[in-house]
């Protein structure tokens, strides 16, 4: 466990594992990025309002063949209404996020960008994605801002980051799941789980 001073108000904050890249301070809510053994201010994490939630940061998630440790919390609006997308790690401390929108709960396993998914041209509903020989197309589309952060995470995150996101399924039922921002994307395969099949373990 690696420890690092806030720069905005000197609180201490641990790195618990190695692939995290950004935590937040308990202390203050700056967000920091973390790199070279040095903790630098990223801005603030912005006003995480009360709303009723499944699962938090400190808890353990399992549903199908995922249990998920949840380290990290980011809200994202998109005008209408928001979800709440939460990164942890798996029991081999591999990054997955666990997405809650509308009820709905969404397991998410980043994708290497060799070999990643293929889209021609803009990104649009009822596109056709291929992906390892398959062929999805995008059945959601929505652009959302970050509000809000919690926690640690494995990448770098920052209040009003803005991201296009798609949700593009095959005919067994398949997701695939894409983000866009200027100058990148990032692509995770996933699956469905209603509430009902979720097991938490409350944190200490």
Not at 62 to 79: E, F, I, K, N, Q
Not at 147 to 171: C, L, Q, W, Y
Not at 192 to 204: A, C, H, Q
Request: proline share 4%.
């Amino acid at each position: 466990m690696t420890k690092f001073n806030c720069p905005n108000c000197g609180n201490q904050v641990e790195q618990s594992l190695s692939i995290v890249k950004m935590i937040t301070c308990d202390a203050c809510g700056t967000s920091l990025f973390l790199a070279d053994d040095k903790a630098l201010t990223a801005g603030q994490g912005g006003e995480m309002h009360d709303a009723p939630l499944l699962f938090g940061i400190g808890d353990k998630v399992s549903m199908g063949a995922y249990t998920v440790d949840l380290m990290g919390h980011a809200r994202y609006s998109y005008g209408r209404g928001f979800w709440d997308e939460f990164w942890g790690v798996d029991g081999q401390g591999d990054p997955v996020w666990v997405s809650v929108d509308e009820g709905d709960i969404v397991v998410q396993v980043p994708l290497p960008s060799k070999g990643a998914p293929r889209v021609s041209g803009a990104a649009r509903l009822g596109q056709k994605v291929t992906y390892q020989r398959g062929v999805y197309r995008i059945q959601e589309m929505e652009s959302a801002e970050c509000v809000a952060i919690r926690g640690s995470f494995g990448e770098p995150m920052e209040v009003g980051d803005t991201h296009t996101f798609v949700n593009a399924g095959n005919k067994a039922g398949d997701l695939l799941s894409g983000e866009f921002w200027d100058g990148g994307e990032n692509w995770y395969l996933g699956a469905w789980f209603d509430p009902f099949e979720v097991k938490v373990v409350r944190g200490t």
